[in-house]
């Protein structure tokens, strides 16, 4: 990352779910993290039922040192560091009837034992009328803090809606004294809660875990042409990661390959996360990248799209979709064309229609000049394909 991507514009990382549970091995089913009758495998756990990372996965973590080392490291090298979570308070510290930090309450009285994740047992959910919750989650956020979290990822939180709870993890970081994203999953979060969401969390899931499947690709584009409107500077509808390059390293979904998507699907993929404004965010084995992939992911100016654009919104969605976005600079906008279609498709797009007059056009993937246009843009796309323009020093009518 500090490397190869860090100037481009990538800046955290963040260790996915299951840190506090102990090596088993690479998982290819999830019934494999699941906890017996007896809670085995054990999570790695404080007395205060707080979780904490499995010491020898993470052997820096020892000594109930827990994230402090890998944070310094990561901010050492000007990258921020995050973390995934798991929704409510672990099935241990219910049993163990471990006390709450700061509260006159034990785990056993705040939880919610008729309220688990439908794919993980670790957890149950919070009992948020009783005031021991809040202080659950506000002495898990003191501990994040301490160990110089910049980022939490909350899984099982947006689909099913936990309208309360969402809002006692928004309250909990914001009297934690450190400023972390917070990003909530699974997705689709419920559109009836846009409001809501878009007031608490700073990402917010709009799909399933997304992988290298165009069918999956393609209902992205309607999901987020329906949240579009819901984006504002520090919230953002998530259409989840990017599975670009090595994918399922040591993971449960298929086998370890190489993104199945066609060259033309990942152009696509990448091109919507980016003019859509969306949050950019790999899953792939970054050590494997191939060139694609380093191409897809370090252009200047499709990052330049992605990170300094606005009012960014659909011109059409159909198997013909046109996605239009302003640039920070004057004059300037980026334009996405895709071809959603099985078949070779031919996109006439006239200036007239966009009230300009002339421009000078690049093509983004390219990265070439394509010269002074007046009439309007003009391309032939395979299926899949998309073309990515920034339109420079526009004249409008």
Request: with cysteine; net charge neutral.
């Amino acid at each position: 990352m500090a490397t190869y991507l860090k100037k481009s514009g990538w800046e955290y990382i963040v260790v996915d779910f299951l840190w506090f549970l102990p090596d088993i091995g690479p998982v290819r089913d999830n019934r494999q993290m699941y906890q017996d009758e007896q809670f085995h495998p054990r999570l790695n756990m404080d007395k205060y039922g707080r979780l904490l990372p499995d010491t020898v996965r993470f052997p820096s973590s020892s000594g109930a040192r827990g994230f402090i080392p890998l944070a310094e490291y990561i901010h050492s090298k000007g990258l921020k560091f995050g973390i995934h979570i798991m929704r409510g308070i672990p099935r241990q510290a219910i049993i163990e009837k471990t006390p709450i930090l700061n509260s006159a309450k034990l785990a056993s009285e705040i939880a919610n034992i008729n309220d688990t994740c439908t794919w993980l047992n670790h957890m149950f959910g919070l009992n948020m009328s009783d005031m021991g919750a809040q202080e659950y989650l506000n002495s898990i956020f003191r501990l994040y803090a301490s160990w110089g979290v910049d980022f939490v990822k909350v899984d099982d939180l947006s689909s099913p809606y936990h309208k309360d709870e969402i809002e006692g993890y928004r309250k909990a970081i914001d009297l934690c004294g450190r400023e972390i994203i917070l990003s909530t999953s699974p997705g689709e979060t419920p559109l009836k809660e846009a409001k809501h969401i878009a007031s608490n969390a700073n990402l917010w899931r709009l799909l399933g875990d997304l992988w290298d499947d165009w069918k999956a690709v393609d209902h992205a584009f309607d999901v987020l042409d329906r949240w579009n409107s819901f984006r504002s500077p520090g919230h953002w509808p998530d259409p989840d990661m990017l599975p670009l390059g090595r994918l399922s390293k040591y993971g449960p979904v298929g086998p370890e390959r190489f993104c199945s998507l066609s060259a033309d699907e990942q152009y696509s993929l990448m091109t919507l996360w980016c003019i859509s404004a969306s949050p950019l965010m790999l899953g792939g084995n970054l050590p494997e990248n191939d060139s694609l992939t380093m191409h897809l992911i370090t252009n200047k100016t499709a990052i330049e799209a992605n990170q300094f654009s606005s009012d960014n919104h659909t011109l059409k969605n159909s198997k013909n979709a046109i996605w239009i976005a302003d640039s920070d600079k004057k004059n300037q906008k980026y334009l996405a064309v895709f071809n959603r279609s099985s078949v070779f498709t031919d996109f006439i797009i006239s200036f007239d229609s966009l009230k300009i007059k002339e421009c000078q056009l690049y093509d983004i993937w390219k990265s070439k000049s394509e010269g002074l246009q007046k009439l309007g843009i003009n391309c032939s796309l395979k299926p899949h394909a998309c073309a990515f323009y920034k339109l420079n020093e526009i004249k409008f009518q």
